[in-house]
């Protein structure tokens, strides 16, 4: 009896053991962790095109430093200001649940840092994973304070497609001679456009192809019979770009740090706020020769622009040549760009990204809808003033609107406004829904081309769904808008050209596998349409990326209000929130 229940003793301890050992094999839930990174944001000097400046800098680098998260991560940003600007840092792509004290842009969720003045950006990273990034947000200041936003799978998960050999982040510029500040200042002063960009960047760096900058040339050095992630994004001010490798394809697979399904492309084309993964297939053997990496822009609108082409060098590894010499003397293929004023390119690349939809990843588009707006976008005019003469068109003003609602900035933060209960002289919650006057908006523009001026905001219940058309007009020339929403992502179900038709476009929808993204080009004398869900509680910016157009009053805001659960309501702003 006594040996029987030892060895029932003895067996119930095994399998104890056992299952013990058994569970600690088992796969555990990813551990979210809190990543800190202090930002001092202090002058550098830095050449280019031997022209020596100093700029703005996170840390002194440009561009500025990677953040590196994963999906569920905690991020923990102090940023400290010891310039003479006022900061903002804008952590663009970020959903910011119920944290839109952190979002940045100046004037809408916060008022700025000022100088010798520190604020902790605190957010967590849910439910995204891929390429976003950060810039400043406030005047023109993101020319060189921007970096990449790096968001890794949850640790163990893998990615929706071949894990690559290598990551690489591939960050567009532009790079400015002159003060990029004094430039947009000169230019709101006389009502005219601004001066150009005198060169693009890639990883900061302009490339073989200007003066004065074969040695400023970034270099991609890879192996043959590898996959590459090339993680892209455009962080230039003003101008949407193509980009190409020469004697290469690139396999498209996510888009805005969302999974779309894969297709093959030779050019890719990112308007300023994209961002886009792709996969670069290099050579199976070593091709013996050098690539050009380039990109230009894509140019829809009348004013002047800088018509130039940044150059980065892709170079294979040799098993035979070991010097810089021996590399130089290499053929050097050169890359074949769409035309610059190529639509027809640019509608086709946009109706081939269609989200992944697969069980891990489905696109959530809604199918009932319970607010339907038109916004027109584009550009027009505001009076000179003084018994002046502006150098606008006749003697005027630029201005740029959004549904002819030119939107002045406010002196403190429409959150903390609508927080505290005292928007009243701050804003007002009437934007309106669809223009109150229709009109051919790609057909002849008409005599009027003067814009209202307000701070108009856009309400929504909580968990509405909302379906938005964006209609690009013909006033001042038709041009392509990139469209930037802070705090969602949105599908786009349609584009087309001409007016938008209410009863005939919708029945083209696509609300199976649409692209989800954070910012949409609206097509040049064409509209697209979008859909979300109002998902988080705040006031939510809604810009033109071209930083030009912004300046001019192509911008607005949406105010979501608070759901009824505690956890619908957006949180109590940090003790340490700027003040104005």
């Known amino acids: 009896?006594?040996?029987?229940?030892?060895?029932?003793?003895?067996?119930?301890?095994?399998?104890?053991?056992?299952?013990?050992?058994a569970l600690s094999l088992l796969p555990h839930p990813a551990q979210a962790i809190t990543r800190h990174y202090e930002f001092n944001i202090k002058m550098q000097k830095v050449t280019r095109l031997c022209h020596t400046k100093s700029i703005v800098t996170?840390?002194?680098?440009?561009?500025?430093?990677?953040?590196?998260?994963?999906?569920?991560?905690?991020?923990?940003?102090?940023?400290?200001?010891?310039?003479?600007?006022?900061?903002?840092?804008?952590?663009?792509?970020?959903?910011?649940?119920?944290?839109?004290?952190?979002?940045?842009?100046?004037?809408?969720?916060?008022?700025?840092?000022?100088t010798r003045q520190t604020y902790v950006y605190n957010f967590t990273v849910v439910g995204q994973r891929g390429t976003l990034w950060w810039h400043a947000h406030i005047s023109w200041l993101r020319s060189t304070l921007y970096g990449p936003l790096i968001i890794l799978p949850k640790a163990n998960v893998p990615y929706p497609f071949l894990k690559p050999y290598k990551e690489v982040p591939i960050i567009f510029g532009e790079w400015f001679n002159a003060d990029t500040e004094a430039i947009i200042s000169q230019a709101l002063q006389t009502g005219g456009g601004p001066n150009v960009s005198?060169?693009?960047?890639?990883?900061?760096?302009?490339?073989?192809?200007?003066?004065?900058s074969a040695k400023d040339t970034f270099k991609l050095r890879v192996k043959?019979?590898?996959?590459?992630?090339?993680?892209?994004?455009?962080?230039?001010?003003?101008d949407e770009l193509f980009f190409s490798i020469a004697n290469h394809t690139?396999?498209?697979?996510?888009?805005?740090?969302?999974?779309v399904k894969p297709f093959e492309t030779d050019t890719i084309l990112l308007t300023p706020g994209q961002t886009s993964n792709v996969l670069l297939k290099t050579k199976p053997n070593y091709p013996g020769a050098t690539f050009l990496?380039?990109?230009?822009?894509?140019?829809?609108?009348?004013?002047?622009?800088?018509?130039?082409?940044?150059?980065?060098?892709?170079?294979?590894?040799?098993?035979?040549?070991?010097?810089?010499?021996?590399?130089?003397?290499?053929?050097?293929?050169?890359?074949?760009?769409?035309?610059?004023?190529?639509?027809?390119?640019?509608?086709?690349?946009?109706?081939?990204?269609?989200?992944?939809?697969?069980?891990?990843?489905?696109?959530?588009?809604?199918?009932?809808?319970?607010?339907?707006?038109?916004?027109?976008?584009?550009?027009?005019?505001?009076?000179?003033?003084?018994?002046?003469?502006?150098?606008?068109?006749?003697?005027?003003?630029?201005?740029?609107?959004?549904?002819?609602?030119?939107?002045?900035?406010?002196?403190?933060?429409?959150?903390?406004?609508?927080?505290?209960?005292?928007?009243?002289?701050?804003?007002?919650?009437?934007?309106?829904?669809?223009?109150?006057?229709?009109?051919?908006?790609?057909?002849?523009?008409?005599?009027?081309?003067?814009?209202?001026?307000?701070?108009?905001?856009?309400?929504l219940p909580y968990n509405s769904s909302v379906e938005l058309v964006m209609q690009d007009t013909s006033i001042l020339g038709a041009e392509s808008h990139p469209l930037h929403l802070h705090g969602f992502n949105f599908f786009v179900v349609g584009l087309g050209f001409g007016n938008y038709n209410p009863n005939t476009d919708p029945q083209k929808f696509n609300l199976v596998d649409p692209v989800e993204r954070n910012t949409v080009g609206v097509p040049s004398g064409g509209w697209v349409a979008i859909r979300f869900l109002a998902d988080n509680p705040g006031v939510w910016f809604m810009h033109c990326h071209l930083e030009v157009h912004t300046s001019w009053g192509l911008k607005m805001a949406w105010l979501v209000l608070d759901g009824n659960l505690p956890n619908q309501k957006l949180l109590p702003p940090p003790s340490d929130l700027p003040k104005c």
């Open 293 to 459: 990496m380039t990109a230009r822009p894509y140019v829809t609108g009348q004013g002047t622009f800088d018509n130039s082409t940044v150059a980065a060098i892709l170079e294979y590894e040799s098993p035979f040549l070991h010097s810089v010499a021996s590399m130089k003397k290499l053929p050097l293929y050169r890359s074949i760009l769409p035309p610059l004023n190529d639509t027809s390119f640019a509608t086709k690349f946009a109706k081939k990204l269609r989200s992944l939809d697969s069980r891990e990843y489905p696109a959530n588009v809604p199918h009932k809808v319970d607010k339907q707006f038109l916004f027109t976008v584009g550009l027009g005019t505001s009076p000179c003033g003084h018994n002046n003469t502006c150098q606008g068109p006749n003697g005027s003003r630029f201005a740029a609107s959004v549904s002819n609602i030119s939107f002045v900035q406010s002196t403190t933060a429409l959150l903390q406004a609508h927080y505290t209960g005292q928007s009243s002289g701050v804003y007002s919650p009437d934007f309106p829904f669809s223009p109150k006057n229709w009109f051919n908006y790609t057909g002849n523009p008409p005599n009027n081309t003067i814009v209202a001026n307000g701070t108009k905001l856009m309400v």
């Open 224 to 238: 043959p019979g590898k996959t590459y992630l090339l993680r892209l994004i455009n962080a230039a001010l003003n």
């Open 198 to 212: 005198d060169a693009y960047t890639i990883n900061g760096l302009p490339g073989p192809l200007y003066n004065c």
């Open 58 to 114: 996170v840390n002194g680098k440009f561009p500025g430093p990677r953040v590196v998260a994963r999906e569920g991560d905690r991020l923990v940003i102090k940023v400290k200001n010891n310039v003479s600007n006022n900061i903002t840092i804008h952590w663009h792509g970020i959903r910011q649940l119920r944290s839109g004290w952190a979002d940045g842009p100046a004037y809408v969720t916060q008022c700025p840092i000022q």
């Open 1 to 21: 009896m006594g040996a029987s229940l030892q060895f029932l003793v003895s067996t119930t301890g095994f399998m104890f053991l056992t299952l013990i050992m």
């Open 250 to 259: 690139l396999t498209v697979v996510d888009a805005d740090a969302v999974y």
